[in-house]
Each structure stands twice: as C-alpha cells, then as structure tokens.
C-alpha cells in the first residue's frame, strides 16, 4: 500500500520541482544515518508527502545546500539544512515498511513469501530503534495492521470497512505532523480522506492479482472496472 502519493511534475515550476527532490534527498539521508545505509531502499513518495507537511507547518526554514550524494558518489544533490522535520516520516516509513514485510510473509507464498521474510529480519534492529523513538506510530501501526487483519477475514466486509483502517492509519499519522490543535483536526481528516483513496487504489491495482489468488480484495465481484 506505497506509491500512491505522487507529483503531477508537468504542473510544477522548476524550483517547487528543485525543492521537492530536496526534500526527497533530505529524508533518504535521515534515513541512512538514523537508521542504517539499507533502509534508503524503502524510501517512497507517500513519506516524501508527510515529510512536505512536516516541514510547511513548522515555523522558518533553514535553507538548503549542495553536497555529494550518498549512493552515487558522482552525483551532488540539495538537502535541507534542518533534519528534525524528517524524524517523523522517516521513522514512520521504517516502522509501516516493517509491517508491511510481516504481513507479506505471513500472507505471500514461495519467492514472495521468502522475500519478505528477509527484509523483515533486515529491518528488525531499525523497526526497534524506531518504535523506541515513536512509540505512538508504533502503536497507529499495530492497531492498523490487526484491524485490517479483521475486516479482511470477515466475507461479509463492505469497500468502506476494509478501507477504515487505512483512513484511520493515515488519520493519526497525519495528526502528529504538528502540534497546534486546530492544524491537527485538518491534518486528521486530510489523513482520513487520503488514506480511503489510497487503499481504493490499491485494490483496484492488485484486483486481477488478487482474483488468480483468491486473496481478498473488496472489488473482486464488482464488474465492467
């Protein structure tokens, strides 16, 4: 359930596109130092998104500035200045990655399944280190995968209960990108909202996947998709 919060860049001006991959950078970079080189191959766009909201609702900005990029030594890239902006996302990335690697192993079968379990053994001491520092992503995390893990095996579930958890997942996640009260009851209802479409997303992507596995999928007997 990764990806699904991209850039349209045709619509972007070079420096908002310039200041995105800066922001990009900046969380691969948070995340290589705090929690290992490896973990950089989890990076996606949908933390790149939190780590956007992040830095827009924290008072100034420090600034960008140019140096040699970690896993291409040939390439220079921007960074932002300050770090702390990129805690929250790059922690939560490595806890739900965590996740989504256990489920995969408990759910997938043969190649996948062993995939997963790999990863998952890799990202332990990070998924540790993470949970330490963030104990309530920790938990949003935890309560999301189990209540997912209900609604999936419940053959009666509607598109709109299999899709609560990740409404609320995305809810609590997006809340704790600030600190004023009213900023957090928009930023848990933008939560609510994006993560309704990006599980919508989802099941429409894995559908035929998901129908030769017979794995659930709420739009299995829907028709004419």
Same mark, same amino acid.
């Given at each position: 359930?990764?990806?699904?919060?991209?850039?349209?860049?045709?619509?972007?001006?070079?420096?908002?596109?310039?200041? @995105?991959?800066?922001?990009?950078?900046?969380?691969?970079?948070?995340?290589?130092?705090?929690?290992?080189?490896?973990?950089?191959?989890?990076?996606? @766009?949908?933390?790149?998104?939190?780590?956007?909201?992040?830095?827009? #609702?924290?008072?100034?900005?420090?600034?960008?500035?140019?140096? *040699?990029?970690? +896993?291409?030594?040939?390439?220079? +890239?921007?960074? +932002?200045?300050?770090?702390?902006?990129?805690? #929250?996302?790059?922690?939560?990335?490595?806890?739900?990655?965590?996740?989504?690697?256990?489920?995969?192993?408990?759910? %997938? *079968?043969?190649?996948?399944?062993?995939?997963?379990?790999?990863?998952?053994?890799?990202?332990?001491?990070?998924?540790?280190?993470?949970?330490?520092?963030?104990?309530?992503?920790?938990?949003?995390?935890?309560? @999301?995968? *189990? %209540?997912?893990?209900?609604?999936?095996?419940?053959?009666?579930?509607?598109?709109?209960?299999?899709?609560?958890?990740?409404?609320?997942?995305?809810?609590?996640?997006?809340?704790?990108?600030?600190?004023?009260?009213?900023?957090?009851?928009?930023?848990?209802?933008?939560?609510?909202?994006?993560?309704? @479409?990006?599980?919508?997303?989802? +099941?429409?992507?894995?559908?035929?996947?998901?129908?030769?596995?017979?794995?659930?999928?709420?739009?299995?007997?829907? %028709?004419?998709?």
């Amino acid at each position: 359930m990764f990806g699904y919060i991209r850039i349209s860049k045709p619509e972007m001006r070079f420096k908002e596109y310039d200041m @995105y991959k800066a922001v990009y950078c900046s969380l691969c970079k948070k995340l290589g130092k705090d929690y290992g080189f490896i973990t950089r191959f989890a990076l996606n @766009y949908d933390f790149t998104f939190t780590a956007l909201m992040c830095l827009a #609702l924290k008072d100034g900005f420090d600034g960008t500035h140019i140096r *040699k990029c970690v +896993c291409n030594p040939l390439k220079k +890239c921007t960074y +932002c200045k300050e770090e702390e902006p990129f805690s #929250l996302s790059a922690a939560a990335l490595i806890i739900l990655s965590y996740y989504k690697f256990y489920d995969d192993k408990n759910d %997938e *079968k043969g190649l996948a399944r062993l995939t997963a379990t790999v990863l998952s053994q890799i990202f332990s001491p990070a998924f540790k280190k993470a949970k330490d520092k963030y104990p309530e992503i920790e938990n949003i995390a935890a309560d @999301y995968i *189990k %209540e997912q893990s209900v609604a999936e095996r419940n053959k009666n579930c509607s598109l709109d209960e299999a899709a609560l958890p990740s409404s609320k997942m995305l809810s609590g996640l997006l809340r704790m990108c600030s600190e004023d009260e009213r900023e957090q009851q928009v930023l848990s209802h933008l939560g609510k909202l994006l993560g309704r @479409y990006i599980y919508l997303l989802d +099941c429409l992507v894995d559908r035929e996947a998901d129908i030769k596995k017979k794995s659930f999928n709420p739009l299995k007997n829907i %028709e004419n998709l």
